[in-house]
C-alpha cells in the first residue's frame, strides 16, 4: 500500500498504520466517557491524533474550547462530508465553540474560479445538510475565507496574521511538506493556518485549546501551521490538537470524488438514485460464484456495502458484528448484503431530506444576518 498523502493527492489503499509513523501520529488511548458513546470514536473511524489531552481535559472539567473545521464548497455534500459534520456536532454538544471557514480562496486557486457558485454551493449544499443534520447554526462562527467578517477588527486580525505567517515559514519547508508548490497552493496553507490559529487571538476567544478534525490529508495544513504557532512571538498560542479519520470508501471501492457522481451517495440524491448506485456501482467483497461464496465467505473489509454500514448506516455494533460474521461466514450473500444497505439508506435520505426542507427557513435567516 502506499502512503504518498497530500491535500491534492489521496491514493485509493491507505496504510493507517504506517502514516501514523511517518507523520508522528498518535493512536488513541484513553478519553473521556463521553467519547464512548460517539460511533465514530468507538468504531475507530477516528483513530489517531496529535496533542489531544488538552482537549480532553477540557472537556472533562468543562472548559472553553474550539474546534475548527472547514469546508470546500466544489461539489455535491456526500456521506464522506456527512462524517466531519458529525464530529461537529458531537464536539458543540460537548460544549465547543465550532469555527467553520469556507475555503472559497482555495477552492478558487485550486478547482473553481467563479467565486458566486461556490457560496451557493456553500449555502445550498453544506449550510443545508449541517442544519438537517442537528448542528445549531447560531452557536457557530460560520464564515467565508474571501469575506472573515462585518467586524472590521476581527476581519484586520485574520487577514493581518495569516500575512504575518508568512515570516515564519520558508519555500523550502513549504516544498519539503507539499511537494509541488505554486504561490496559489503556497497562499491557501497560509490561510488555512490563520483560520487554525485565529480563534486564539484577543478579538476571538483568546489563547485556549483548538481541535481540527480532519483526514490524513490534510495534515501538511497541520504540521505548517502547528511550526509557524510556535515560532511567531507576537501571539501567546496553545499548540493545536488534531484528530484523523479514516477515508469512508467510494462506491467503487476507492476514494470519493466530488468530480465522479458514481463514486459517492449525495444527501441530496433521492433514495431510488442512490439504490440503483449501490446495486450498480458499490464494490463487493464477495466471490466470483455462489458456491464459492457460501464455502468460503465473503470479505466485509472490502466491501463497500458492509463500510457504508460501519461507517453511517448502522448505529448497533451488535447489529454490525452479526452481519460482518455472517458475510465473512458465507452466511450473508452480496446481494443480501446491498439489499440491508439499500434499506437503510432508502429510510435515512427520506428523513434526511424532510429534515432540509424543514431546515430551509431557518438557514435563509442565519444567511441573511450574516450578511453573505
Not at 31 to 44: A, C, I
Amino acid at each position: 500500500m502506499t502512503s504518498k498523502v497530500t491535500p491534492w493527492e489521496v491514493p485509493a489503499k491507505i496504510d493507517y498504520e504506517k502514516l501514523v509513523k511517518e507523520f508522528g501520529l498518535e493512536f488513541f488511548s484513553a478519553l473521556p466517557v463521553q467519547f464512548s458513546k460517539n460511533m465514530l470514536f468507538r468504531r475507530k473511524i477516528v483513530f489517531a491524533h496529535r496533542d489531544f489531552a488538552r482537549v480532553a481535559s477540557a472537556v472533562e472539567n468543562r472548559q472553553p474550547f474550539v474546534m475548527m473545521t472547514g469546508l470546500m464548497p466544489s461539489g455535491k455534500f456526500h456521506f464522506g462530508h456527512k462524517m466531519v459534520a458529525e464530529q461537529m456536532i458531537f464536539y458543540q454538544k460537548l460544549g465547543a465553540k465550532v469555527y467553520i471557514t469556507v475555503a472559497d480562496v482555495e477552492a478558487y486557486n485550486s478547482r473553481i474560479p467563479d467565486m458566486g457558485q461556490l457560496r451557493t454551493t456553500a449555502i445550498e449544499e453544506y449550510l443545508m445538510n449541517y442544519a438537517a443534520l442537528g448542528l445549531d447554526l447560531n452557536k457557530c462562527d460560520f464564515y467565508f475565507q474571501s469575506m472573515r467578517s462585518k467586524d472590521g477588527k476581527k476581519s484586520s486580525a485574520y487577514y493581518s496574521l495569516a500575512n504575518m505567517l508568512a515570516r515564519h515559514a520558508t519555500f523550502n519547508e513549504f516544498k519539503a511538506i507539499y511537494g509541488d508548490i505554486s504561490p496559489g497552493k503556497m497562499a491557501s496553507a497560509l490561510l488555512q493556518a490563520s483560520d487554525m490559529l485565529h480563534p486564539q487571538l484577543p478579538q476571538f476567544e483568546g489563547p485556549l485549546p483548538v481541535v481540527v478534525p480532519v483526514g490524513c490529508d490534510q495534515d501538511p495544513h497541520l504540521r505548517i501551521a502547528r511550526d509557524m504557532s510556535q515560532r511567531i512571538k507576537a501571539f501567546n498560542f496553545i499548540q493545536l490538537s488534531s484528530t484523523y479519520h479514516k477515508f469512508m470508501p467510494g462506491l467503487k471501492g476507492g476514494k470519493m470524488s466530488s468530480s465522479d457522481p458514481t463514486s459517492y451517495i449525495a444527501l441530496t440524491d433521492t433514495p431510488e438514485e442512490a439504490s440503483k448506485k449501490i446495486m450498480k456501482y458499490a464494490f463487493s467483497g464477495g466471490r466470483e460464484s455462489l458456491e464459492e461464496h457460501r464455502k468460503k465467505g465473503g470479505n466485509p473489509d472490502i466491501d463497500v456495502s458492509f463500510q457504508m454500514l460501519k461507517f453511517a448506516l448502522e448505529q448497533d455494533d451488535e447489529k454490525l458484528n452479526s452481519v460482518y460474521n455472517d458475510y465473512k461466514a458465507g452466511k450473508l450473500l452480496s446481494g443480501e448484503l446491498k439489499q440491508i444497505a439499500i434499506e437503510k439508506i432508502v429510510l435515512f435520505l427520506k428523513e434526511h431530506q424532510q429534515k432540509m426542507q424543514k431546515s430551509r427557513i431557518a438557514v435563509e435567516k442565519f444567511v441573511e444576518g450574516q450578511g453573505f
